[in-house]
């Protein structure tokens, strides 16, 4: 984890910011000190989580975006540099879910071509968005959210996750002469409230059967990655992706 200065007068923002792991790596970043902004799709959830960062004495804001599209997404960076002069992390944890694990046939194309909009353009379209705004600032990092499904590959979120581990290296090469590091985690199975509502009792135990490690993992595990990824701890790590799996990776 880092200290508990590294983040002090620092920005960031996190898409998908207003539940799951958005929420809680805005909690973590903002007890830290970092001001943090939390876009979402649902601008009410947004606002709501970052009242409960405020409450605790934490600097938050909470804001809507669509991460698909590049006017919103232009407008709410525009913002935070016309508020606080830069950004120094994005988390591109935006995406849809275990609802999309499903099979091409089952899904059809409009919900095929949503997924790929929201998990792999929607990582892009922030990420050039934010390259400037993140340009020269000291530690400026991205983390991407991949998952354990890119090395399952079983459908279009498999895919959509293989895909953010690409577009990890290509950035990470890309955005090094702007002074960015760029990296990803791929989370295993991580019981949020979010996947617990998704994910069927025998889906979940089918992923714990092929891990290593035989539990679930905690969504603490993740934060805990990403405040390493984000800290200068890292600082030689760069188009990585961190498996935080239980071992589910190593068994596809």
Same mark, same amino acid.
């Given at each position: 984890?880092?200290?508990?200065t590294e983040?002090?007068?620092?920005?960031?923002?996190?898409?998908?910011?207003?539940?799951?792991?958005?929420?809680?790596?805005?909690?973590?970043?903002?007890?830290?000190g970092?001001?943090?902004v939390?876009?979402?799709?649902?601008?009410?959830?947004a /606002?709501?989580? /970052?009242a409960e960062?405020?409450?605790?004495?934490?600097?938050?804001t909470?804001?809507?975006c669509d991460?698909?599209?590049?006017?919103?997404?232009?407008?709410?960076?525009?913002?935070?540099?016309?508020?606080h002069?830069?950004l120094?992390?994005?988390v591109?944890?935006?995406?849809?879910?275990?609802?999309?694990?499903?099979?091409?046939?089952e899904?059809?194309l409009a919900?095929?071509r949503?997924?790929?909009?929201?998990?792999v353009?929607?990582v892009?379209?922030?990420?050039?968005? /934010?390259r400037?705004?993140?340009?020269?600032r000291?530690g400026a990092?991205?983390?991407?959210?991949?998952?354990?499904a890119?090395?399952a590959?079983?459908?279009?979120?498999g895919?959509?996750?293989?895909a953010?581990?690409?577009?990890?290296v290509a950035?990470?090469?890309?955005f090094?002469d702007?002074?960015?590091?760029?990296?990803a985690?791929?989370?295993?199975l991580i019981?949020?409230d979010?996947?617990?509502a998704?994910?069927?009792e025998?889906e979940a135990?089918?992923?714990?059967?092929?891990?290593?490690?035989?539990?679930a993992?905690r969504?603490q595990?993740?934060?805990?990655?990403?405040?390493?990824l984000v800290?200068?701890?890292?600082?030689?790590?760069t188009?990585?992706?961190?498996?935080?799996?239980?071992?589910?990776?190593l068994s596809?």
């Open positions: 984890m880092a200290d508990d983040h002090r007068g620092r920005v960031a923002l996190v898409t998908g910011g207003g539940r799951g792991f958005g929420k809680a790596f805005g909690q973590a970043l903002s007890a830290l970092a001001h943090v939390l876009a979402d799709v649902d601008g009410e959830v /606002a709501e989580a /970052a960062i405020t409450a605790k004495g934490g600097k938050a909470g804001v809507a991460v698909a599209d590049e006017g919103q997404v232009d407008a709410v960076v525009t913002g935070i540099v016309e508020q002069g830069g120094d992390v994005l591109n944890n935006a995406g849809l879910h275990a609802a999309y694990n499903r099979p091409f046939t899904l059809g919900n095929v949503r997924v790929l909009d929201v998990n353009m929607g892009i379209i922030c990420s050039l968005a /934010a400037e705004a993140m340009r020269g000291p990092s991205i983390v991407n959210i991949s998952s354990s890119a090395y590959n079983r459908s279009i979120y895919v959509s996750k293989l953010v581990r690409g577009l990890t950035l990470a090469r890309e090094a702007a002074g960015i590091r760029v990296n985690i791929a989370p295993g019981l949020t979010t996947v617990r998704q994910l069927s025998a135990e089918r992923v714990l059967g092929e891990q290593i490690l035989r539990r993992g969504e595990d993740i934060v805990e990655a990403l405040l390493y800290s200068s701890k890292a600082s030689f790590v188009g990585e992706t961190l498996r935080v799996t239980g071992g589910f990776a596809v």
